[in-house]
C-alpha cells in the first residue's frame, strides 16, 4: 500500500508539475537569463539520485558557486564523424596535436548544406561533449550565434565569466550587419534547406541524448536558458532563430516524456503483478529492482516536466504572441504537436485557449498553423471530450472562417469542419453547414473540392439516415439529392462549377449515364425544374469527363495530363458515346420544343468520339438520324441560343478529320438551300415595299438561322451578299420585325465577307475577283456606318460590332504575310473613325444611372448590356493596338479610364499597356492628350474647380501605368511634360491671356516619375517658355515645386526619423509585452492554467466593398494579453478592433549608453519597434457584412474578353 501511494504521489507530481510551480513565473526567466555557468572538476562527485530535480532548478534557477553535477556517460559507439568522410563540407581545425574536435562552423556549414547526415553531425559534437562537456555546449552556443546570422564569437572567457544576458548584450552590439537578412529569412531554396536541416538537428540532438545528457542537469538547461535569454531579444535574427530552436527541443523533449510515461506504465504494471503474487511466488529482488527503475523513471519524468514547465512558460507563452508572424507559426506548429503527443500533459483548457485566441490572428500563415492543428486534434476520437469546451466556446469563429481572405485557410477550415461534424456527437446543425455549401461555387479549385467533399459527405449521411424508408440505389438517391441542391441554391448557369467541386469524391455517381439516362427517359419521373436541373448536371459531368480538366476560372496553368489520365479520359469518352449515340435521338425528340434544354442535349455529341460513327452500319444510321434531327431543330427553333449550339455541332460534323464529313456537308447544304430559296421568294416583294407583315417575318427568320449556321458553314456559294446589300440600303424606317431582319442581313453579308477573305488567302482569287471583293467591303463599310446613327439599338450594336471585325480582317496587319492580298487593304475614313468614337462616348461610355431613367431594367438584363458594351469597346480597342487607328483615336478611351474603371478599367488598362510597347513616346503623348482635351472642355463649358480636381485623380490613375522603371519610362515622360508645358502656354486665337496654364496642376501628378536630371531639364524649359509675368502665378510655382521636390518620400517613424527600408512588407505590428523583471510577473497563476484573457479578435473575413476602408483601418494583432477572469466566455459575440493612438514621449536627450549602443547597431534595421497603438475593444455583428469568398463568372465557359483581345 505504502509503495502505491508513493507511485500514486509520482504520478500527481507529474500530473501537476504544470500547475504548481506559479513561485518560478517570469522570475524564472530573468533568473536564466543571469544564469552563470562554472566548470566543474572531473573529480567532484555526484550528488544522490533522488535531489536531481531540485539540482537542475536551482542549476538553471540561480547561480551557485557550487559546480554543476552531472550523471555519468555511457561510453558511445564510435560512428562514422564528419571529421573521417567525405559528407564534411568543410575541413576540421585540430583543437590539438594529438585530437579533432568538432567546431561550431562545422556543424553550420553541414546544416548549410544539408547533404551531410545528421546523425553524423550530432554524433561528433557528442564526442567532443564527452571530452570536455564546457567546450562542447561552448561549440554548441557559438552555432547557435552564426545560425542566427551574427559575426560575433562567444569565447572560452566569456562562457565562463558572464552571464547570459551580458552575453547576449555584447553580440547584439556586433550584430551590426549591412543586411538585415538572416539565415532564417534569406529567401530561396537555401532558406529551406537551412530550416529543415536546424529542425532536424534539434530533433536528432534530443534523441541521441534522451538516455543520458537529457538528464545530466547541464546540457539542456544550459542550452534553454540561453534560448530564453535570446527569444526576448530585440533583434529579430536571435528572436526567431532561438524561438524555433527552443520549440524544436520542446518537441524533442515532449516525446521523450511521452516516452517516459509509457514506461512508467508498463513498469507500474509488472510491478503490480510482481506484488500480486502470493508470498510464496514473491520475489523480493525482482520487487527491488522495479521499485529502483520505478523511483528512476519517476524523477526522470519530474525533470523533464521541469524543463518542459520552464521552456513553456518562458518561451511559448511570450513568442505565440510575437511581432514576427513567422515565431507565432512556429510556436503554434509545435503547440499542435504536443497537444497530440502527450495529451495527459497538455490537453485540456489552459493550452487549447492559445489555439482558439490565435484563431483570429491577423496572418493567414499563422491562421493556417492553427487550423492545422486543431485538425490532428479533431482526428483523434479519444481527444473529443477533451474539445467539448474548445468546439463549444469557438465553434463560432471557426465557422466565420470559412470566408477567410485566404483561400489556403479557408480550404483547411472547411476541412477541419468536417472531421468536427464526424467525430462529434452534436455535429454541425444544418443553418451552419449553410455556411460551407455555397463555397462549392468558389473560384478557387481547392477550397471548391473542399465545400464538396463536405458536401458529399453530408449527403450521404442524410442518405444513410434515410435508407430503411427508400428502395432507390445510391446513385440513384445522390443523384436526387444533388438535383435538388442544385434547385435550391440559386447559383443556375454554374453546374459547370459544381460538378467540378464533386469530381474528386463523387466521381462514379456523376459517371452514371445510365441512372441519369433513366431518369429523363421516364415519362412520369421529374418534375420541370428536376429535369432541367438535371440535364444541365449531365451535360457538365460529360464534359468534365470527356475533357479532364476544371472548368474557366478554376484552372491554374495548363497541366499536362499523366498517362493514366489519358488513358481514363479515352475509357470515359468512350463509354459515353457509346451509351448516348443510342439514346441521343430519344432525348432530342423528347425535348426537342424546350429551346433551353434541348441546347443543352446538342452539346453533348460535342464529347463524343465521333469516329465511331462510321465504324458500323448501324451506327452511320444514328448518324442519318441525328443529322435530320438537327435540321428540324433549326426548322422549329429562332431562339439565338438555340441555334447557337445547331451552328457549334455543324462545325464539328463537318470537320474534314471525319470520314464523314460529306454526308454532314451535303445534308447542310440542303438546308441553307431551301432557307436561301425561302429568303429569296420574299427578297423582291421587301425591296418593292409590298410585303406585309409575314412575308417580313418569314424573310426575317430565314435571314437569321442562315446568320447562325454562316459562322460555321460556308454561305458565298448561295450569293446572298447583294440581296442582303439592297435589303439594307433600301431600309426606311423600321419596325420590331424589320429590326430583326435587317440585323440578320447584317450579319449574312458580313459572313459573306469574311468568307471570301479566307477562301482568298486557300486559293488567290483573280484580279476580277479581288475588285469585286473590294467593291463589296467598301458598300458594305458605308452601309453599317449609316447604321452607326439608326434609332434602333440593336442595328446600331450590331454594325458597329461588324466593323471592327472587318476593319481588323482586312488590315494591314492580317494581309502582312499575303502580298497578292495587298489590294484588299481597307482603312477607315476620317467620317468613320469619328463616328465610330462618337458611338463610344454615346453607347458604351454612358452612366448607368441615365439608363434605368429610361425604364426598370432587370439584373440579368444589365449584365448582358455591360457584356456587350464590354464586347465593343475591346473591339475598338483591338484597331488602335493593331495600328488599324492611329494612337490618338485612343483618346476618347483613356479620358474616360477613371469615370468608368469599374466596368472597363481592365480593357483600358490593358489597352494602355500595349499602346507602350508599340511606340512609348507616342502613347505618353496620347495619354497627354486625353488630358489636354478634356482640360479645353472645361474651359469650354466653364465648368468648376471641381472639374478640374476630376482632371487630376484622372491623371494620377494614368500616372501609375508608367510602371517602377524610371529610366525606361524617362523619355515618354519627358515628352508628356514638354507637350504640356507648351500647352500650358499656348495662347487662344485672339486672346492675350494665358487660360491654360492651370494644366500644369494637372502635369504635376507625373512628376514624381522624372529622373533627377530630367527635372533640372524640364525647369529650364519651363522659364524658357513662361512669360515672366507668370511666374509667381500659383500653378507655375506649384508645377516648379513638384520638379524640386523628391520623387519618393521616405515615411517618417514616430519619433520624426525617416523609416528603414529593411522593414518587411509583411510588418504585422503586435503588442509589445511587459518587460520581464525580477519584481513583475509576465503571467498570474500557473503555467498551463495562468488566467490569460481573451485577446482581442480581427475579423478576416472579406467585406463588402463599401466597407473596405472601414475594415481596412484595423491594423493591431489580433493576439493582446488582456486580462479576463475566465479562459473561456460563454459568450461567443464576436468583437471588433478599434485603434486608439496615444502619445509616445518624446525623447529629448539621448544617454551615453544609448548612444554607445546606437554606434555598435543600426536600430532600424535589426531591432522592431517598441511602441504599439492600444487597441479598444467594442462589440460589433461579424456576419452582417460578409461577402462570399467565391466569385461567380456569369458566362463560366466564356474565356475572357482580355484573351480574345490580344492574344
Known amino acids: 500500500m505504502h509503495q ?3 507511485l500514486e504521489r509520482g504520478d500527481s507530481a507529474v ?3 504544470f500547475d504548481d510551480v506559479s513561485d518560478l513565473d517570469s522570475d524564472y526567466e530573468a533568473e536564466l537569463k543571469t544564469t552563470k555557468r562554472k566548470k566543474s572538476s572531473a573529480q567532484r562527485k555526484q550528488p544522490p539520485k533522488r535531489s536531481r530535480l531540485k539540482a537542475a532548478l536551482r542549476a538553471v534557477s540561480s547561480p551557485s558557486d557550487s559546480s554543476v553535477s552531472t550523471v555519468d556517460i555511457p561510453p558511445h559507439k564510435p560512428s562514422r564523424g564528419i571529421l573521417s568522410g567525405p559528407a564534411s563540407p568543410q575541413p576540421v581545425a585540430r583543437a590539438d596535436d594529438a585530437n579533432q574536435s568538432i567546431t561550431a562552423e562545422n556543424i553550420y556549414n ?5 547533404k551531410g547526415a545528421m546523425v553524423t553531425v550530432v554524433d561528433e559534437w557528442l564526442d567532443s561533449y564527452k571530452q570536455s562537456r564546457e567546450a562542447g555546449l561552448l561549440v554548441l552556443v557559438n552555432f547557435l550565434v552564426q545560425a542566427c ?13 558572464m552571464q547570459n544576458a551580458e552575453i547576449i548584450s555584447t553580440l547584439t552590439k556586433e550584430f551590426n550587419e549591412e543586411s538585415v537578412n538572416y539565415p532564417l529569412s534569406t529567401p530561396g531554396p537555401q532558406l529551406k534547406r537551412f530550416k529543415a536541416s536546424l529542425c532536424e538537428f534539434a530533433k536528432v540532438l534530443v534523441r541521441s541524448c534522451q538516455n543520458s545528457l537529457v538528464y545530466d542537469e547541464y546540457l539542456f538547461p544550459s542550452l534553454l536558458a540561453l534560448l530564453t535569454g535570446l527569444t526576448d531579444s530585440q533583434v529579430r535574427a536571435f528572436r526567431h532563430t532561438s524561438t524555433l530552436l527552443a520549440m524544436k527541443l520542446m518537441s ?11 514506461q512508467i506504465c508498463t513498469i507500474q504494471r509488472r510491478y503490480d503483478i510482481e506484488n500480486s503474487k502470493t508470498a510464496f511466488e514473491k520475489s523480493p529482488e525482482r520487487l527491488e529492482e522495479l521499485q529502483t527503475t520505478l523511483i528512476q523513471l519517476h524523477e526522470n519524468r519530474e525533470e523533464l516536466s521541469s524543463l518542459l514547465n520552464a521552456t513553456f512558460r518562458g518561451v511559448f507563452v511570450h513568442r505565440y504572441r510575437d511581432k514576427l508572424p513567422e515565431i507565432r507559426a512556429a510556436c503554434i506548429e509545435e503547440l499542435g504537436k504536443w497537444l497530440k503527443t502527450d495529451p495527459e500533459d497538455f490537453l485540456n483548457d489552459g493550452c487549447l485557449k492559445y489555439l482558439g485566441w490565435t484563431l483570429h490572428d491577423k496572418q493567414s500563415p499563422v491562421r493556417l498553423q492553427c487550423v492545422r492543428a486543431l485538425q490532428g486534434l479533431y482526428q483523434e476520437k479519444e481527444f473529443i471530450g477533451r474539445l467539448e469546451l474548445f468546439t463549444s466556446r469557438f465553434k463560432e469563429r471557426i465557422l466565420s472562417m470559412v470566408l477567410d481572405k485566404e483561400p489556403d485557410v479557408a480550404l483547411e477550415v472547411v476541412n477541419l469542419l468536417l472531421l468536427i461534424q464526424q467525430s462529434t456527437e452534436e455535429g454541425l446543425e444544418e443553418d451552419e453547414c449553410g455556411h460551407i455549401y455555397p463555397l462549392v461555387f468558389a473560384s478557387h479549385r481547392g477550397l471548391a473540392c473542399a465545400a464538396g467533399n463536405f458536401l458529399y459527405h453530408r449527403m450521404k449521411l442524410m442518405y444513410n439516415e434515410q435508407k430503411q424508408e427508400s428502395l432507390k440505389s445510391d446513385n440513384a438517391a445522390f443523384i436526387q439529392m444533388i438535383m435538388a441542391f442544385y434547385i435550391q441554391c440559386e447559383f443556375h448557369e454554374h453546374g459547370a462549377y459544381l460538378v467540378d467541386s464533386l469530381w474528386d469524391v463523387a466521381r462514379s455517381e456523376l459517371r452514371d449515364w445510365e441512372t441519369m439516362t433513366a431518369f429523363l427517359l421516364v415519362e412520369t419521373g421529374l418534375l420541370y425544374e428536376e429535369e432541367g436541373a438535371l440535364i444541365e448536371l449531365m451535360v457538365c459531368a460529360i464534359q468534365r469527363a470527356s475533357q479532364a480538366s476544371p472548368p474557366v476560372g478554376r484552372a491554374q496553368g495548363k497541366k499536362v495530363l499523366s498517362m493514366k489520365d489519358k488513358k481514363m479520359q479515352e475509357q470515359d469518352r468512350g463509354r459515353i458515346t457509346a451509351h448516348f449515340i443510342p439514346l441521343l435521338p430519344q432525348l432530342l425528340t423528347k425535348y426537342s420544343a424546350d429551346a433551353a434544354k434541348v441546347t443543352l442535349v ?5 464529347y463524343f468520339d465521333l469516329e465511331l460513327f462510321s465504324s458500323t452500319q448501324r451506327m452511320s444510321n444514328h448518324l442519318d438520324l441525328l443529322l435530320s434531327q438537327i435540321c428540324g431543330i433549326v426548322d422549329k427553333h429562332t431562339e439565338a441560343l438555340v441555334l447557337e449550339a445547331c ?8 470537320s474534314e478529320r471525319f470520314t464523314f464529313s460529306s454526308r454532314a456537308h451535303t445534308t447542310f447544304s440542303q438546308l441553307l438551300d431551301t432557307l436561301s430559296d425561302c429568303f429569296n421568294n420574299y427578297l423582291n416583294e421587301l425591296l418593292q415595299g409590298s410585303a406585309d407583315e409575314d412575308d417580313v417575318y418569314c424573310a426575317a427568320i430565314a435571314l437569321k438561322r442562315i446568320g447562325a449556321l454562316s459562322c460555321a458553314k460556308d454561305p458565298t456559294a448561295w450569293k446572298l451578299f447583294d440581296g442582303c446589300l439592297q435589303l439594307l440600303s433600301s431600309r426606311g424606317d423600321s419596325t420590331q420585325i424589320e429590326v430583326e431582319l435587317v440585323v440578320s442581313a447584317l450579319k449574312c453579308a458580313a459572313f459573306h465577307l469574311m468568307w471570301a477573305k479566307v477562301n482568298a488567302v486557300n486559293s488567290p482569287p483573280k484580279q476580277a475577283e479581288m475588285k469585286i471583293l473590294k467593291r463589296e467591303l467598301r458598300s458594305f463599310s458605308e452601309v453599317c456606318q449609316s447604321c452607326l446613327s439608326a434609332a434602333q439599338p440593336e442595328i446600331r450594336a450590331q454594325a458597329f460590332e461588324l466593323l471592327c471585325d472587318l476593319l481588323l480582317l482586312f488590315s494591314e496587319t492580317c494581309v502582312r504575310s499575303e502580298p497578292a492580298l495587298q489590294t484588299l487593304v481597307h482603312l477607315p475614313s476620317d467620317s468613320l473613325r469619328s463616328e465610330m468614337a462618337a458611338f463610344l462616348l454615346d453607347y458604351v461610355f454612358t452612366d448607368t444611372d441615365q439608363e434605368e431613367l429610361h425604364g426598370e431594367v432587370g439584373e440579368e438584363t444589365k449584365i448582358t448590356q455591360l457584356q456587350r458594351k464590354r464586347n465593343q469597346l475591346a473591339g475598338y480597342c483591338k484597331l488602335v493596338v493593331y495600328g488599324v487607328l492611329d494612337l490618338s483615336a485612343a483618346t476618347d478611351v483613356f479620358k474616360q479610364y477613371s469615370k468608368h474603371y469599374t466596368d472597363y478599367g481592365d480593357i483600358i488598362k490593358e489597352t494602355i499597356s500595349k499602346t507602350k510597347l508599340i511606340n512609348p513616346v507616342q502613347s505618353a503623348k496620347t495619354v497627354g492628350l486625353s488630358l489636354q482635351q478634356l482640360f479645353a472642355e472645361m474651359l469650354t463649358e466653364e465648368r468648376s474647380k471641381q472639374d478640374l480636381g476630376e482632371i487630376r485623380d484622372l491623371a494620377k490613375r494614368l500616372a501609375m501605368s508608367f510602371g517602377i522603371d524610371l529610366h525606361r519610362a524617362q523619355k515618354p515622360l519627358v515628352a508628356l511634360h514638354m507637350d504640356g508645358i507648351l500647352f500650358a502656354f499656348r495662347a487662344s486665337e485672339g486672346e492675350e491671356e494665358l487660360q491654360n496654364v492651370p494644366f500644369l496642376e494637372v502635369l504635376t501628378e507625373f512628376s514624381f516619375k522624372l529622373l533627377p536630371k530630367d527635372r533640372a531639364q524640364l525647369a529650364s524649359f519651363l522659364n524658357s517658355k513662361c512669360p515672366s509675368a507668370a511666374l509667381c502665378w500659383s500653378p507655375v510655382r506649384l508645377y516648379q515645386s513638384s520638379l524640386v521636390a523628391r520623387a519618393v518620400s521616405k515615411p517618417k517613424d514616430p519619433e520624426g526619423g525617416e523609416q528603414s527600408e529593411a ?16 519584481n513583475a510577473s509576465a503571467l498570474d497563476g500557473s503555467s498551463f492554467h495562468s488566467s490569460l484573457g481573451i485577446p482581442v479578435l480581427t475579423s478576416t473575413v472579406l467585406k463588402e466593398p463599401s466597407k473596405g476602408l472601414a475594415s481596412g483601418d484595423v491594423t493591431s494583432s489580433s493576439l493582446m494579453d488582456t486580462h479576463s477572469e475566465e479562459e473561456f466566455s460563454s459568450t461567443s459575440q464576436m468583437r471588433a478592433v478599434k485603434r486608439n493612438k496615444r502619445r509616445v514621449p518624446t525623447i529629448r536627450k539621448r544617454t551615453e549608453e544609448q548612444a554607445d549602443l546606437n554606434s555598435h547597431l543600426t536600430l532600424l534595421s535589426l531591432i522592431d519597434d517598441i511602441e504599439e497603438e492600444e487597441p479598444v475593444i467594442e462589440d460589433y455583428e461579424s456576419d452582417s457584412d460578409r461577402t462570399m469568398h467565391s466569385q461567380l463568372s456569369n458566362h463560366p465557359t466564356t474565356p475572357s474578353v482580355l484573351d480574345e483581345l490580344f492574344d
Do not use: Q
Open 4 to 6: 502505491s501511494r508513493m
Open 15 to 17: 500530473d501537476s508539475e
Open 110 to 114: 553541414a546544416l548549410l548544406s544539408g
Open 149 to 161: 546570422g551574427c559575426k560575433g564569437v562567444v569565447t572560452e572567457e566569456m562562457f565562463s565569466s
Open 252 to 262: 524533442g523533449l515532449v516525446e521523450v516524456a511521452a516516452l517516459l510515461t509509457v
Open 602 to 606: 446538342l452539346k453533348i455529341p460535342l
Open 647 to 654: 451552328a457549334h455541332l455543324v462545325c464539328r460534323l463537318c
Open 1063 to 1078: 522593414v518587411s512588407a509583411n510588418y504585422s505590428p503586435m503588442a509589445k509585452r511587459k518587460r520581464t523583471t525580477a
